[in-house]
C-alpha cells in the first residue's frame, strides 16, 4: 500500500500502480515546483485530495490552501467571491471584504469545476494569473497577489477548448502541468483497500463492532462500475455498515461482518449497473486523457437515474447531497436526461428546482 499525506495526521493510500505513479509525481515533481497544475478525473475520484497534496508537499504548506468550487458561484458574483469588493460597491455589500485569492496569498487557490466559469469571468481569471494583482469590485487600487492556482476539472478542457467554450489562453495558464486522477473502475486493487479503511471509519462512528466485509460482499464490491467512484464507495460503505448494525439488532461483535445481503441494491449481483468481473472492466476500462474526463458527467447522469429508480421522486437538493455536486451540476444532468428520451416528471410546479422522477 502506498500513502500521499495531504494535511498533517491526513493521508491518500492506494493498492494500485496507476495512482501510486500520481502520488510520485505529486512528490517528485508537482509539490515542489511551484507551476500552476490543473487536475483532471471524473467526479468523486478524489481530485481535492490530490491538490491538497501538491500544496503540502511544496513551500507553500505553512500557508493557507483556500478551496473554490467554481460551479457553485453564481456569475453575477463571481467577482466579489474571488477578487473581494469595497463597502457599499453593490446592494448588500455591508463591509470591504477579500476575495479567495486574497485570501490565499501566499499559499495555494484551488479551483474545482474551472470549466463552469463564465467566459466573461474566464477572462477576469486570466488577467489576474498573468498580472498577479487583483481590484475589488469598487475599487481602482490593484493588490499584488501571490498565489499558486491549481484548477481542477472532469471534462476534457482540450475538447471544451476546440469547441469554443474555454479559453484557450487560459488553458494555457492553467494547465502547465497537468495529472490525470484514475477513475475507480481502472483500480480495481483500491476497491477493497478503501472500502476497509471506510468501514473501520464508520463503524468506529457508529458503535458497530464489526470486523469488515466478508468475502461474498467483498467480491460484488469489487464487481461493481462505480460511476461515482471513491464518493459513491463511501456512500455504500456507510450505507452497508447501517443495515449491518439494523440486522445484528445490537449484538455485534468483532467477529461480525458487513455481509453481500447489506450492500445497497444497485451494487448487488441482481443490480443493473454491474459491469462483468474485474478483469474485463480493466481491459474495458478508458484510459486515455479525453475518454477519461469526457465520462464523467456520464457517470454523474448514470448515477442521477440510479438514485431516481431506487425512490422516487426526490428533490434537485436531495440528488445533490446525495451526489456531492452542485445543484448547478445536477440540474444540468436532469436536463441530458430528458434530451436523451427519458421522460423527467416534475409533480410541483414544473421546474428543476422541485421534486423530480423517473416514469413507472
Not at 65 to 79: R, S, Y
Not at 136 to 161: E, H, Y
Not at 259 to 284: C, F, H, I, Q
Request: a positive charge; charged letters at 30%; proline letters at 4%.
Amino acid at each position: 500500500m502506498a500513502s500521499l499525506e495531504y494535511k498533517h495526521g491526513r493521508s491518500l493510500h492506494t493498492a494500485s500502480a496507476l495512482l501510486d505513479g500520481v502520488f510520485a509525481e505529486v512528490r517528485r515533481v508537482l509539490g515542489p515546483s511551484d507551476f500552476n497544475v490543473l487536475v483532471l478525473g471524473e467526479t468523486g475520484t478524489g481530485k481535492e485530495g490530490v491538490a491538497r497534496a501538491i500544496h503540502h508537499h511544496s513551500a507553500r504548506k505553512s500557508k493557507p490552501f483556500i478551496a473554490v468550487n467554481c460551479g457553485a458561484i453564481p456569475e453575477t458574483l463571481a467577482d466579489s467571491e474571488l477578487f473581494g469588493h469595497e463597502k457599499g460597491s453593490f446592494t448588500g455589500a455591508a463591509e470591504r471584504r477579500k476575495g479567495h485569492f486574497e485570501e490565499a496569498n501566499g499559499g495555494t487557490l484551488f479551483l474545482d469545476e474551472v470549466e463552469e466559469l463564465s467566459p466573461t469571468n474566464q477572462a477576469r481569471l486570466l488577467r489576474v494569473l498573468q498580472e498577479r494583482e487583483v481590484v475589488r469590485v469598487g475599487s481602482s487600487k490593484s493588490i499584488k497577489v501571490d498565489v499558486r492556482v491549481v484548477a481542477a476539472s472532469n471534462r476534457d478542457l482540450k475538447a471544451l477548448v476546440a469547441e469554443g467554450k474555454f479559453r484557450d489562453d487560459l488553458y494555457y495558464r492553467l494547465a502547465v502541468e497537468t495529472v490525470v486522477v484514475p477513475p475507480l473502475r481502472e483500480r480495481i486493487s483500491d476497491i477493497s483497500l478503501l472500502a476497509d479503511l471506510f468501514a473501520h471509519e464508520i463503524t468506529d462512528r457508529i458503535g458497530l463492532k464489526c470486523s469488515g466485509f466478508d468475502a461474498s460482499a467483498r467480491a460484488q464490491l469489487e464487481s461493481y462500475s462505480w460511476p461515482g467512484n471513491v464518493r459513491e464507495l463511501q456512500n455504500a460503505v456507510e450505507s452497508s455498515a447501517a443495515r449491518c448494525r439494523a440486522r445484528l439488532n445490537g449484538a455485534s461483535s468483532r467477529s461480525a461482518q458487513i455481509e453481500e445481503r447489506d450492500l445497497p441494491t444497485y451494487v448487488k449481483p441482481d443490480g443493473k449497473k454491474n459491469a462483468g468481473d474485474a478483469s474485463t472492466r480493466e481491459e474495458a476500462a478508458p484510459t486515455s486523457l479525453n475518454r477519461c474526463c469526457s465520462s464523467g458527467p456520464e457517470g454523474l447522469r448514470a448515477i442521477i437515474r440510479r438514485l431516481l429508480q431506487e425512490r422516487s421522486p426526490q428533490t434537485i437538493g436531495d440528488l445533490s447531497r446525495e451526489t456531492g455536486r452542485t445543484r448547478k451540476a445536477v440540474k444540468r444532468q436532469v436536463k441530458n436526461l430528458e434530451s436523451e428520451g427519458v421522460v423527467v416528471v416534475l409533480p410541483r410546479r414544473g421546474r428543476c428546482g422541485d421534486e423530480v422522477s423517473l416514469p413507472q
